[in-house]
Every structure is written in structure tokens, then in C-alpha cells.
């Protein structure tokens, strides 16, 4: 098969202990996973379901990048998550079964242009302009569950600068894991290759041109971003 240009490289995660990588094929997110963070952008609290957004897998940008100040916008967030990579393909995926489709975790950034997306959501239009652009989608290494295990409370953090912005557990995920799977594959085949960001906690704030970004998740990993300057037109 001949392609008009190139065709470009398939993103992909390091696997930590191991020279494989994880080829990511989609990327969904959670949106307003933890109570106190939906309440401090104010937003009512659902917790009947979960909805999601998505992002593209071009998006993908490992730890420890620098990455330019995104155009559009100047309220630039960071948003620290846990990451679930799918290893097993499945539909309608019963919650008692959904952990086994699991094959490990990372610790994610979520980055956000916090401006355009309240424009958005006032307007009642697609949040895409917001969450799904250039380096948006900051992973970490992937720890294997057969190493980890599955993590259900844990410390989640994110440092700027060395400075604590966000302090929570994961424990308070109003959709758990099993749960955020099992509801997903009702309107999704999931397949090896998808990574689901599960929701950010309370203390998302803004970051500049300079500033260093530091997460972690207790028994996950850590992750890293530097955030450098705008690209010129």
C-alpha cells in the first residue's frame, strides 16, 4: 500500500521493567470524578454515572517533557490523575469482572485550557477546544498490575514548583475503577492499547511559561512537565 506522506509513528508508553511499550490506541477521560473538585469549579456532583471526553492519541506527551504554553488560551491548568491502560478486549463488561481487563496504571496529566473550556460549558457546546489539543494528555511510565496490583486508596499529589497543589487519595473517586469500566464498555468495545484518565482531585489551578510540574500516586509512579514558552505564530 502506498501512503500520500508518511504515515506517523504510533504513540506509545514505556512499561516499567521492560524494554515493551504500550501502543496507546484511544483516550477517554472522566469528567468531574471527585466531589470536591467538581464543587470548586462549581458543578454539581452526579453520582449516578460518569460521563466522559476524550482525547486524541497524537495528544500524548511522556514525563518529563517540556512543552510549549498552548495558543488560545491564558488560563493553562494542570489537572493529576490516575491512568488505567485496558490489556484485555471487552463489551459490556460485568463490574466483578472489570479489573481483570486491566493490564496497569500511570499516573496522568490532564491539561486544560480552563478558560475556553467555561466558555464552552456556558454556551452548552462540546468541550473539545479545551481538553483535546497539542500535548495534552502528559502520561507516565506504565506499571504492570501483575507488579502493583490494583490500587484502591492511595495518595495522589501534584507539585508546581515544589509547591503542594493538590492532596487527595483516590480512594474518593465517586466512580471507582471497576465501576468507570464496566460503564464505559456499555457504549464502547474496549481494546488493548485504551487509557481511561479517572478524574482529578480538588486544587487544579493555573501554570506559566517556567514552572515545573511534579505528580505522584502512592505505589503507581510518578510523573513530571515542564512548560515552556509559547510557540510563535
Given at each position: 500500500?502506498?501512503?500520500?506522506?508518511?504515515?506517523?509513528?504510533?504513540?506509545?508508553?514505556?512499561?516499567?521493567?521492560?524494554?515493551?511499550?504500550?501502543?496507546?490506541?484511544?483516550i477517554f477521560c472522566v469528567g468531574r470524578n471527585y466531589e470536591a473538585h467538581a464543587r470548586e469549579l462549581?458543578?454539581?456532583?452526579?453520582?449516578?454515572?460518569?460521563?466522559?471526553?476524550?482525547?486524541?492519541?497524537?495528544?500524548?506527551?511522556?514525563?518529563?517533557?517540556?512543552?510549549?504554553?498552548p495558543p488560545g488560551t491564558a488560563n493553562y491548568h494542570h489537572e493529576m490523575e490516575l491512568v488505567v491502560a485496558i490489556g484485555k478486549a471487552g463489551f459490556q463488561i460485568p463490574e466483578g469482572k472489570a479489573l481483570a481487563h486491566v493490564f496497569g496504571y500511570a499516573c496522568?496529566?490532564?491539561?486544560?485550557?480552563?478558560?475556553?473550556?467555561k466558555q464552552l460549558r456556558d454556551k452548552q457546546l462540546p468541550w473539545d477546544l479545551a481538553?483535546?489539543?497539542?500535548?495534552?494528555?502528559?502520561?507516565?511510565?506504565?506499571?504492570?498490575?501483575?507488579?502493583?496490583?490494583?490500587?484502591?486508596?492511595?495518595?495522589?499529589?501534584?507539585?508546581?514548583n515544589g509547591d503542594i497543589r493538590q492532596s487527595s487519595n483516590i480512594?474518593?473517586?465517586?466512580?471507582?475503577?471497576?465501576?468507570?469500566?464496566?460503564?464505559?464498555?456499555?457504549?464502547?468495545?474496549?481494546?488493548?492499547?485504551?487509557?481511561?484518565?479517572?478524574?482529578?482531585?480538588?486544587?487544579?489551578?493555573?501554570?506559566?511559561?517556567?514552572?515545573?510540574i511534579e505528580g505522584m500516586i502512592e505505589g503507581v509512579g510518578e510523573i513530571a512537565l515542564n512548560i515552556g514558552l509559547a510557540k510563535s505564530p
Open positions: 500500500m502506498k501512503y500520500l506522506f508518511t504515515p506517523p509513528a504510533v504513540p506509545s508508553v514505556p512499561i516499567r521493567g521492560s524494554d515493551e511499550h504500550f501502543p496507546i490506541r484511544r462549581g458543578n454539581e456532583v452526579d453520582r449516578e454515572t460518569p460521563f466522559y471526553f476524550t482525547k486524541s492519541s497524537a495528544h500524548y506527551v511522556s514525563s518529563g517533557a517540556t512543552v510549549a504554553y496522568g496529566l490532564d491539561m486544560t485550557r480552563r478558560d475556553l473550556q481538553k483535546d489539543f497539542e500535548n495534552a494528555a502528559v502520561v507516565s511510565t506504565l506499571a504492570p498490575a501483575s507488579d502493583i496490583g490494583h490500587p484502591g486508596k492511595a495518595k495522589i499529589e501534584l507539585k508546581v480512594g474518593l473517586m465517586i466512580h471507582p475503577v471497576p465501576a468507570i469500566i464496566a460503564h464505559l464498555s456499555r457504549f464502547y468495545h474496549l481494546q488493548p492499547g485504551d487509557l481511561i484518565f479517572t478524574g482529578t482531585p480538588e486544587g487544579v489551578g493555573p501554570v506559566i511559561a517556567g514552572d515545573r
